[in-house]
């Protein structure tokens, strides 16, 4: 298959809306046909998640985010969009996603943040900080062959900023961060993710993709706000990826689509 031919067959499956960023990286990956193994190893070896494959994991939360909507809509013929989707149908799914993507990383669902932190720490012994071990589990946490932490995600349904459902997650997030974090010295967690997914039904695709851009900045907004009263200074970074726009109806006066929104959250010390 031609690299046209491919690129547009991911297009019209929805699979992927293809940014600039990620336009450069498949070129570079269907021209020069990089050894996966070369990567991997290099990544494995060099101990640490590169810029390479933190977008990977950015870009197959999304897509299988997208991909897990349209498969549980055709699932129903159409009768369950999101809000009466099940949360862990799209956990298990970008689990999935990502253990077929990092080659070098396995994958846990549920688990518990304690043993986390005991894997993650380093030097002298401690136990869970009283607010991790409160948090409970981790939706979904990234490892090295050898039983390095990397990176956990923590996947949510919303549709506007949610106090009493969001700010467990992000607060957990920011903890992990702070206290496992390899820039801080004392572990080795390098990224944690939040993971919005929504959508919505609006007059015109314009308008909905409007919605989700504010929707965005005010998500990171209130992350920004938590961060602030922990000590270092916490960087925000967002992707998101748009489903179809689908027409409600047959006199198309309202159509509705799914976006995801992976915050990707990182300890600058």
Known sequence: MSFDSFRALLKRKSIL???????????????????RTTIDM???????????????????????????FEEYDAMTEGGYWLGSTPEYWYTTNIAQSLNQTMKNRFVVLENSVTEIHEYAQRGKARLATSELRAAGRADISLWTKNWKPRAIIEVKKGW???????????????????DLGRKSGVGTLNHAYFVLLTDTSKKTKKLGFSHFE???QTIATRIKEKATKFKG??????HRQYGRFIWNGKKRKKGSCFAAIVYRLTIKV
């Open 17 to 35: 809306k293809l940014d600039v960023s990620f336009e450069l990286l498949f070129q570079a990956c269907y021209f020069v046909q990089i050894s």
């Open 160 to 178: 506007h900023w949610d106090e009493t459902r969001f700010a467990p997650d992000i607060q957990r997030l920011l903890e992990s961060l702070r």
């Open 214 to 216: 504010n929707l965005e």
């Open 233 to 238: 200074e916490y960087l925000v970074h967002s």
């Open 42 to 68: 290099q990544l494995e070896n060099s101990g640490k998640m590169s810029e390479l494959e933190d977008d990977k994991i950015a870009i197959s939360i999304c897509a299988s985010s997208i991909l897990a």
